[in-house]
């Protein structure tokens, strides 16, 4: 049986709070915070809204997805200091509250297989209305997931073709989720080594289904992290999730990211897609 990740998530959550911004290195973007809504068959979705200054500007966009212990800390959790890290680097990330659609505050394994496809529909219903948000470049419209996040991200994406890219922090597959897998689009995989919340094993049965699949994956492996990032595997994430979900858009912000001799890190691993 795969463990709840409930308890964690709650501890992940204290532990973020105080942490506050994560510190990027170099030019950043001013960032415009607020809280909108959009409705997905009758309930009213809040969400945290992180978006680069810049009037009449479109952006690369991340959905945000927090992870089973839901998002109840003053000041943001985990997904807020992401998201607004995200924004400062040019991508327009937006915290969907999907928990706000089933009334749930805190998720163990049988919440999460119960609720897992509205939740989905629920993604697939903040896909659409991020797509038509002025600020947002409308063929480039990802997932961000943490934790059960991450989970919720890769069946969103396989049953949404206008996602066009997936990030997943401390990911694996949902049982109820793997016939419905047929297809995937480009994904970035990032876990801590040492993660014995979400465990290198179920991100292993994820990777061994999108190569099934063809798709185009990327994944990395922090020595000495667990399921809490520390900020400079942190930081690292944002860095690498921002070329990632901007790769072939932006131009000049990003690629002044990149270094001119950049390869592969220690840890990373690239599967093409086979056409």
């Known amino acids: 049986m795969r463990p709840s990740r409930s308890v964690a998530s709650c501890v992940l959550l204290l532990n973020t709070a105080c942490a506050g911004r994560l510190h990027l290195p170099g030019a950043v973007h001013a960032v415009e915070e607020s809280t ?7 309930h009213a979705i809040r969400v945290d809204a992180y978006v680069p200054e810049g009037r009449g500007q479109r952006h690369p966009a991340a959905i945000v997805l927090h992870g089973s212990g839901g998002i109840h800390v003053v000041g943001g959790g985990a997904e807020d200091r992401y998201a607004e890290a995200l924004a400062r680097r ?7 509250h999907y928990f706000d659609a089933t009334g749930t505050f805190l998720a163990g394994s049988e919440t999460e297989a119960r609720e897992y496809w509205q939740w989905v529909r629920v993604v697939h219903d903040a896909v659409d209305w991020v797509r038509a948000l002025p600020e947002v470049r409308s063929t480039h419209v990802g997932l961000f997931g943490i934790s059960m996040g991450a989970y ?6 396989a049953t ?16 109820v989720a793997v016939d419905s897998i047929k297809h995937l689009p480009p994904a970035l995989l990032l876990h801590g080594a040492e993660d014995d919340v979400v465990t290198l094993a179920e991100e292993d049965t994820l990777l061994h289904l999108m190569k099934l699949r063809k798709t185009h994956v ?17 930081v690292d994430a944002v860095e690498r999730s921002v070329r990632f979900l901007g790769e072939g858009v932006v131009g000049t912000f990003f690629e002044a990211l990149r270094p001119s001799n950049a390869k592969p890190a220690a840890g990373d691993s690239t599967r093409p897609r086979v056409p």
């Open 160 to 175: 949404n073709p206008q996602v066009s890219r997936i990030v997943l922090l401390a990911g694996g597959l949902e049982p």
């Open 90 to 96: 040019g991508i327009a990330a937006y915290v969907v």
């Open 36 to 42: 909108r809504s959009f409705e997905s068959r009758g």
């Open 218 to 234: 990327v994944s990395h492996r922090y020595a000495g992290e667990g399921h809490d990032f520390g900020d400079a595997a942190a």
């Open 152 to 157: 919720l991200a890769v069946g969103a994406a």
